[in-house]
């Protein structure tokens, strides 16, 4: 079974950078979408932003609009999250996550990565 692989958290102060990694180890129809969640401490995991693998097609949430960019390397079959202006409320811990569609990668995602934690601190 494909494998999602996060990397890049830390601590970081408000109004920082960071830049998360997720790198598949195959690719397989529950990897053509692949995007990231998060979740925080007594919180829903919630949908961030998501790139479909072949149209380059991006969705993100409004509360990152703007600041968030999601990227895909395909030579490295990576995924990207750039991070900036980071905010005291972007602090969780950032899932990787795959799906065959955008549709579907807002429903029920097929993978998960173990999950890394991005601190932001005020």
């Known amino acids: 079974q494909v494998q999602l692989i996060e990397s890049g958290g830390g601590l970081v102060q408000a109004g920082g950078s960071m830049r998360l990694s997720c790198a598949a180890s195959g690719q397989t129809d529950d990897t053509y979408t692949r995007g990231w969640f998060r979740q925080a401490p007594g919180k829903e995991r919630e949908f961030v932003a998501c790139v479909h693998w072949f149209s380059g097609n991006t969705d993100y949430a409004d509360s990152v609009k703007g600041r968030f960019t999601i990227s895909r390397d395909i030579a490295k079959n990576t995924v990207y999250l750039q991070m900036l202006n980071l905010k005291p409320e972007d602090t969780a811990t950032y899932y990787c996550?795959?799906?065959?569609?955008?549709?579907?990668?807002?429903?029920?995602?097929?993978?998960w990565g173990q999950g890394t934690q991005v601190t932001v601190s005020s």
């Open positions: 996550a795959s799906a065959p569609t955008i549709t579907m990668i807002h429903g029920t995602p097929r993978l």
